[in-house]
């Protein structure tokens, strides 16, 4: 069977007239996607792939082709900046090697300082190698990183990280109709400037095989993920997989609706369920009316409304709804636009239950390797106020304001008895920690220079969620580095 599927896929690949260099993606973490997401939240440029991140560059590119700066200088530099970087003649075969090299230093080594944890450094090395090849429909595309904060980064989990690791690394197929892509490749399912509650980009990302179809008016996603072992109590291994199936809908211009969902499966063979890579089956459907399967799932919808000034985002995920009480379900809503000639705001609230993504059998809770797939820590209420402020065509920075209710409740804990989940806290278990943080973020590019920083100041009451202890503390990251590229192209 696995032989018939790649033969199908050989076939397809050698009828397809696609660029597989248009079909390349641009990382979760390119300089140059801040200052994309601004002139989306701004309007100017439409979003390509609403809720979805990491982003084509051939829709990246064909979206900024129809950016409508008007008359506004920054804009129309930012774009032009923009398409010098991502664009690419069409050709029959192309590569590119880039590369970087700098100094990092961070007060704690996870990358979110709200949430500050891990030894941090004063200063250490950093670095990024990446390739590129295409032929006809065929993309390969990698990044070794050396990164030692990494290693000391706790949302690696069990995960054995050394200095020098494959970040980023997948091989992609342009079909007729769509794509298949096979590799390890960070993913986001959610609103900008937040974490996603379908899938976050906030841990280490799994290796994946990936089957889209469609285009961008209608567009359908089924992703699935082998994940770590688990143990039986027998002492069998137990195999962990991650499915995920999303239908994009645009309307029009300014609507983009989308329903998804995800569920983490296990069982005794090393092969997948095959609802996991099912595109007319639907994983909850299955579980719910079909066959019964060892897998906790969660349902989920996405709607993006885009004004001439305004933008509104909101992304809503419920999981178990066969069993409410107490509800588990998250949900991030925002909203956002223009200010003045070049400036943007942005506001959004993400809450997520305390005893979201798990469930009874810890096997089958939302985890890769001990780390969560969706939002790092459950339990809490999040507030975020920023603006951006482009100070050149290439960086922008972001004051922010942010408000933080966490409780005790985490992923990793066990799940109540079912007996007396009637009586179980659904939101803000045990003593709930307070904190604000006041702080500055800036990212982007400026000639062969990349910059990456974000420093602020946290006010903590009941921190670590202990009843009287109060702080206030600098958390912070910078990152600095001069790169190069260089592209080869066959007509």
Known sequence: MKVAYALLLAILASVSTADAQQASWIATDDPGLPILEHLILRGEVRDPSPQVRPIRRGTAVRALRGASCGTGSWCLEAVRRLLAEWNAAESHRAASLAGRIGAQGETAARRDPLWPAGAGRTIEGLGDAMAMASSGALLAQARVSYDPRAVRDPDRGTATFSDIRLAEA?????????????????????????????????????????????????????????????????????????????????????????????????????????????????????????????RNSIIGADVTWQGPRMRLEGQFALDDWRSLAPPRYAWVVGAGGRLADRYSWRVTWARVSSLAYRTSDPRENFLYNGVSLGPIIPDHDLFRLSVGIPVSAGIIVHPEVAALVQGEGRIQMPFPPYDSLGTATGFLQGIVQRTVRLSLRAEGRAGPFFLSGDGG??????????????RTHFEGRIALSIGASRTWSEQ
């Open 170 to 294: 997948v091989i992609d197929v342009s079909l007729p109709f769509g794509s298949a892509t096979f590799g390890k490749l960070v993913r986001s399912w959610g609103p900008a400037d937040a974490e996603g509650t379908a899938r976050s980009a906030s841990g280490y990302p799994e290796t994946s095989f990936a089957f889209d179809l469609g285009g961008e008016r209608l567009h359908f996603s089924a992703i699935a993920s082998r994940l770590d072992d688990a143990i039986a109590d027998d002492g069998a291994p137990v195999y962990r997989w991650l499915g995920m199936h999303r239908l994009d809908v645009v309307p029009s211009a300014r609507l983009a609706l989308a329903l998804w969902e995800t569920a983490v499966a296990q069982g005794e063979r090393r092969s997948a369920d095959d609802a996991l890579y099912g595109v007319l089956n639907t994983l909850a459907f299955d579980q719910a009316f079909g066959r019964r399967q060892q």
């Open 457 to 470: 100041l946290n006010i903590d009451r009941n921190a670590n969620n202990v009843a009287g202890v109060s």
